[in-house]
């Protein structure tokens, strides 16, 4: 395995951390209308992810600064080419950041709403968008010999990418669900079970014909292999949430992002982005990558650093240990 | 095609706004991240309550503003992509890895501690919960640290080979430590650093005066003055040293630039300092100068007597070396920006500095004109002499309407730097026009500045409202649950079976929630 190929896996590894991160906090911004009943149950749901969503979205900006890295030709066609729908998750992201932070600072209740409604697009667009971005990675777009995009916005809007969007918006919002049915207490914890219920058999149907039709279209055996854990994965996620058992049916539900984002990456290996128009044209591990000397440098950064980082992350979510319901949100702290 | 509507032009329009945007809110952040550690730290040590209140009231403000920097700064990562794919595919090699560094290390650390401090006051220990600041503000140092390296690299670049790979040329790395650790890297981060120390410490005076001049929360406030002076003082020294430093090693590097700032046609020696100039660009001369003479050859070269290359010159040798352009970058910013710089810091600095020596303790300071912690420091000149009460006002209101002023001159400061490094993206190496990405339309570019633009004006007035709703609001009452901060982690409640974990305690209200 040479470096180039470790770097492809790592930065899998770091899409597929930012997904089951972020993914349960965007789920958790589209459950804020569909599962809270009143505005302290919003608030609870809320601060279910309110110390920890700023550090899940640094995945992002990490896989975004190592792919710019190990990757440049990569990090260059990609960002470049899809230019409006990453404009539209900037925006978002922006905006849902600030709406975390403010909507709690003034008590009136027409900005509250307002920032409430924030959150809400701002999850479930870009909860969106990355599925339909994957999609097209995947099956390959519109990259001519100069390793430009040369498509269009709207054939980045095609079926197979449309039913990868849908696949990550409920597959994160089952997640969201069951990760509120982990973290809250009373009335809402019930309810969160009930919805991560109904979420998990559309995420099912939906996610089934996603990862068949990327298995029919560019699979082989590893993809396969990953297709089936994350199939099984996401029926025992079902399978535990109505059995109460909401730790493993967590778990269970970021195995299914893990091995679905896994099974992705297999299908592209040893593409990063296969180009539609002419295979020669491909940016691939080798085309697209920096030199052994970047990649060393980056290799040993990323051995020493990710390590320490599960772990402090993984200690602020012991902290936060605790359940959440409506009895923790004070009146007065509007 | 319209030359202003150029793709290039566009971009770095677009590139311009959104970083000098970012940039408002990050001496702030890095400054008040520090001063909020050291308020804590002092409550933490002396059990005083009138520092947790300090502490309370300007971690408020600090992550009102925190809040914009870090999401600002998602665009900044993937607009070299977005944008500049060429100048990606190019510097990638090398550029990237001081970026990914960063959000490896430094992102990582702010925004997950970050978190750990906002909602952990019911959570931590109080000696944890302040380490947990203290990372915070470890890691926007350290965040500062990257970009600059990185940005060192555009300005003047080292530790690389040009190699040609599938018939294109890219800039290959060859000395990552020479990229982290060269003399442009270090000088221009301190500089940076010292100017976020003066930013915050004018910020922090500023505010402190709004509050005393109506006496009201004067305890918080007398404190909050004394160590925004001291900060201010702090970097006031500091910024002037690494001003000359940067000034002289920018004079090696880049000339250009450097006699763009004083609008120095010819090449003079001496080389006199300008004071205002009003030229003609085409033709290359000033029609007006006021000039002090022989002091720019000093500050290039520590020597009152030394030869200045003038901008007709040095345009004319790169003609030589790159062939035919115009190698000069837009002479009236370069020059304006530069002594905006200079000026919203200088004003500051004579302010603040004034003030450290006038609202002294008792230092050179008769007993009776020594104040008490609840009273308003009075201006003292000299060990028995008031300052005059008419210019004492001014002094007060003065350096409360200059609270900005620094970071006004942080912006003028990149914007000095950036614009008078072009035409180059990297210098010597790589053109601006080069670097733009050629699949990207204008009608897409159009989009994302306007956009960009119509946001972020929108989030200005939501952010400065919200900062003056608190800043009027004063530092906060303390509760019960203030003062006596949970001994174990996790808080009441939390844990398993222990005799302290009442139903009472568990179903507490958080003592933060958003």
């Given at each position: 395995m040479q470096l180039h190929d470790i770097w492809f896996v790592l930065i899998a590894v770091l899409w597929i951390g930012y997904f089951f991160l972020e993914g349960f906090d965007f789920g958790i911004g589209v459950l804020t209308k569909l599962l809270a009943r009143n505005r302290v149950e919003k608030r609870v749901l809320i601060n279910t992810i309110g110390p920890v969503w700023d550090g899940n979205e640094v995945w992002l900006l990490t896989a975004g600064g190592a792919t710019f890295a190990a990757f440049p030709e990569w990090y260059a066609t990609l960002f470049s080419g899809f230019y409006l729908p990453l404009l539209l998750i900037l925006v978002c992201l922006i905006v849902r950041g600030v709406a975390f932070e403010y909507?709690?600072?003034?008590?009136e209740e027409r900005w509250q709403t307002n920032w409430e409604h924030a959150i809400f697009w701002t999850s479930l667009i870009p909860a969106v968008m990355w599925g339909v971005a994957f999609g097209n990675i995947v099956r390959g777009v519109e990259i001519d010999a100069h390793k430009?995009?040369?498509?269009?916005?709207?054939?980045?809007?095609n079926p197979y990418a449309i039913l990868g969007g849908l696949v990550t918006l409920t597959l994160f919002t089952f997640h969201g669900a069951v990760f509120a049915s982990l973290k809250t207490v009373g009335d809402i914890r019930v309810r969160a079970r009930k919805a991560a219920l109904g979420l998990g058999l559309v995420t099912a149907v939906l996610a089934l014909g996603f990862l068949l039709w990327t298995q029919a279209d560019k699979g082989d055996g590893k993809s396969l292999i990953a297709m089936v854990v994350a199939v099984l994965a996401l029926l025992g996620a079902i399978v535990a949430i109505k059995a109460g058992r909401e730790g493993w049916s967590f778990a269970l539900s970021g195995v299914t992002i893990a091995a679905a984002v896994a099974m992705l990456f297999l299908t592209l290996f040893p593409n990063v982005m296969p180009s539609s128009l002419n295979e020669e044209w491909s940016l691939t591990v080798t085309n697209a990558s920096s030199s052994p000397y970047t990649l060393r440098i980056m290799t040993w950064c990323a051995v020493i650093a990710t390590p320490v980082v599960l772990l402090y992350q993984g200690w602020t979510y012991w902290v936060f240990r605790k359940r959440i319901g409506t009895q923790h949100i004070a009146d007065a702290a509007h | 095609m319209d030359l202003a509507l150029a793709p290039e032009t566009l971009a770095r329009w677009q590139f311009g706004i959104t970083t000098v945007y970012h940039f408002l809110f990050v001496p702030l952040t890095i400054s008040l991240a520090a001063l909020t550690a050291i308020l804590e730290t002092a409550w933490v040590r002396t059990g005083k309550e009138h520092y947790l209140r300090a502490t309370k009231f300007w971690g408020k403000l600090f992550l009102i503003n925190i809040a914009m920097g870090v999401v600002t700064g998602i665009v900044q990562e993937f607009q070299f992509g977005m944008n500049w794919s060429d100048y990606s595919r190019f510097v990638g090699d090398v550029f990237g890895a001081p970026l990914a560094f960063e959000a490896l290390i430094a992102f990582f650390f702010e925004s997950t501690f970050i978190g750990l401090w906002i909602f952990g006051w019911d959570k931590l220990p109080k000696k944890l919960h302040c380490a947990t600041i203290w990372i915070v503000s470890i890691g926007t140092i350290l965040s500062a640290y990257f970009i600059i390296a990185a940005n060192a690299f555009m300005q003047h670049p080292v530790g690389y080979k040009i190699v040609e790979r599938d018939g294109v040329k890219r800039a290959e790395l060859t000395d990552f430590a020479k990229v982290l650790f060269q003399e442009t890297a270090l000088v221009n981060f301190f500089h940076v650093i010292s100017a976020a120390i003066l930013v915050g410490g004018a910020f922090m005076t500023g505010i402190a005066i709004v509050h005393l001049r109506k006496k009201r929360h004067i305890r918080t406030m007398r404190t909050s003055l004394r160590l925004g002076l001291v900060t201010a003082f702090v970097g006031t020294l500091l910024t002037v040293v690494s001003a000359d430093t940067l000034g002289k090693v920018m004079y090696e590097q880049q000339p250009m630039k450097m006699s763009a700032a004083e609008a120095l046609w010819e090449s003079e020696k001496p080389a006199p300092f300008s004071i205002f100039a009003y030229g003609d660009v085409s033709e290359g001369h000033n029609k007006v100068a006021i000039e002090v003479p022989g002091v720019l050859s000093f500050l290039a070269?520590?020597?009152?007597?030394a030869e200045i290359p003038g901008i007709n010159d040095l345009n004319k040798e790169a003609r030589e070396k790159f062939g035919p352009g115009d190698y000069r970058p837009n002479i009236p910013t370069a020059y304006w920006s530069y002594r905006w710089m200079i000026g919203f810091g200088g004003v500051s600095m004579a302010l603040c500095t004034a003030g450290l020596w006038l609202t002294r303790?008792?230092?050179?300071?008769?007993p009776e004109h020594r104040t008490g912690a609840d009273e308003i420091p009075k201006l003292m000149l000299t060990k028995n002499r008031e300052l005059a009460p008419r210019i004492g006002s001014w002094w007060w209101r003065l350096s409360q309407w200059t609270l900005i002023f620094p970071l006004i001159g942080t912006a003028w400061g990149w914007i000095f730097t950036e614009t008078g490094r072009q035409p180059w993206v990297v210098y010597g190496v790589l053109r601006t026009e080069d670097a733009?990405?050629?699949?990207?339309?204008q009608g897409e570019v159009l989009t994302s500045l306007i956009g960009f633009t119509l946001i972020y004006a929108v989030l200005a007035v939501i952010e400065v409202r919200l900062l003056l709703k608190y800043v009027r609001q004063g530092p906060p009452e303390l509760t019960e649950a203030d003062l006596n901060p949970?001994?174990?982690?996790?808080?009441?409640?939390?844990?398993?079976?222990?005799?302290?974990?009442?139903d009472a305690d568990a179903d507490r209200p958080m003592a933060f929630s958003y």
């Open positions: 909507r709690a600072k003034r008590p430009e995009y040369v498509g269009s916005f709207f054939d980045l809007l | 070269k520590n020597n009152f007597h303790k008792k230092f050179w300071l008769a733009v990405s050629p699949g990207v339309s949970p001994t174990k982690i996790g808080g009441p409640g939390s844990g398993k079976g222990s005799d302290s974990d009442s």
